[in-house]
């Protein structure tokens, strides 16, 4: 098995060279740095993580605790997080909390004590124990997703990223008042959440320019899952006013709402109008095709790996708040007729 000293020999540098190649401890010029790089490669070279990280105090892992892995939307965030880590030279732990404070704090303790050099989390509704911890052990951390509020976490300094939420929102509702709609009702997602708060938030002032008022009957909570949302939506559906349109929060709750109208008999957009928070790879399969808000998930993925490295670099700095904007794709869920394509 070929060691440093044999890499060394046949790149023409010293040992110390080849170690800062390898860790990146020392600018080395790129005529170096790729000299050292094609002798191990000629010669099979591979590095002893282990070994490395009892030098470094550093294993170049990253813990990512993030719930509903199953979901579309969470699943883009952990291709964009694995991307970037890999890009890095950096391998990830991953696991899911399930939205369960007790277990999350028990997920992210496992990650830590499998001494990740940092931790990606995007939080419960109630992470009290978990920022309890990730302080307690001074563990570099980035919240992605749901933010927290720094005020809940003294002494603990963290960064955070996540999507536009309220203007994307308030932009459905306007889209569907402008096409007549007087009644539209938001299924949202678990209480608790910056996400679930900031689209709320977003159909409050969607209403307020349509200059429509705010029937809180039409609000209804869909726990963020698609069987939530199914409940919530017949609720919905079963008001003596019912809605005309429908915003649903994230994609879960659209198939939840999609089921409960279906099971009605009442057709989209015919009977009722709908637009949905988080656009999906299979969205423009359905008929009608969705008019969705699409996140840049894969974005907000890579761009919390950038944030974990740049606290692993300066631990010191002021903590930092990322907000990527969201887009609005435009299909005929909403009652709009379909765009040739000249239009």
């Given at each position: ?337 379909e765009k040739g394509p000249d239009s």
């Amino acid at each position: 098995m070929a060691t440093m000293v044999d890499v060394a020999r046949s790149a023409g540098v010293s040992v110390a060279t080849v170690s800062h190649v390898l860790n990146n401890t020392r600018t080395v010029r790129p005529a170096t740095r790729q000299a050292v790089l094609d002798a191990m490669d000629e010669l099979g070279y591979t590095p002893n993580s282990l070994a490395r990280s009892l030098v470094t105090a550093r294993t170049r892992s990253i813990g990512l605790a993030v719930s509903a892995i199953s979901n579309p939307y969470f699943t883009e965030i952990l291709q964009g997080v694995e991307a970037g880590a890999l890009e890095q030279g950096y391998s990830l732990l991953i696991a899911d909390p399930h939205d369960d404070p007790e277990h999350e704090r028990k997920v992210v303790q496992l990650l830590h004590e499998r001494r990740v050099d940092g931790m990606i989390v995007a939080p419960s509704v109630r992470p009290g124990e978990l920022i309890g911890y990730l302080g307690r052990h001074d563990v570099p951390t980035v919240f992605l997703d749901r933010l927290v509020d720094e005020s809940a976490a003294p002494g603990f300094t963290f960064d955070q990223v996540c999507a536009e939420n309220a203007e994307p929102v308030r932009h459905l509702v306007t889209h569907l008042a402008e096409l007549g709609h007087k009644r539209i009702g938001l299924v949202g997602g678990l209480p608790g959440l910056s996400t679930t708060s900031e689209r709320i938030s977003g159909y409050r002032h969607g209403l307020a320019y349509a200059g429509l008022p705010f029937d809180e009957r039409l609000v209804v909570c869909g726990s963020s899952e698609a069987e939530g949302a199914e409940r919530a939506t017949g609720d919905l559906l079963s008001l003596p006013a019912p809605p005309t349109a429908l915003v649903t929060a994230n994609n879960a709750m659209t198939i939840g709402a999609l089921r409960a109208l279906r099971e009605r008999g009442l057709s989209v957009p015919g009977d009722v109008a709908l637009c949905c928070f988080d656009d999906f790879s299979w969205a423009d399969l359905f008929s009608p095709r969705l008019t969705a808000i699409s996140q840049p998930s894969k974005e907000i993925g890579a761009q919390a790996v950038q944030l974990l490295l740049e606290r692993l670099a300066s631990p010191d700095r002021p903590a930092r708040t990322l907000r990527l904007p969201s887009a609005f794709v435009h299909r005929t869920s909403c009652g709009c007729p379909e765009k040739g394509p000249d239009s």
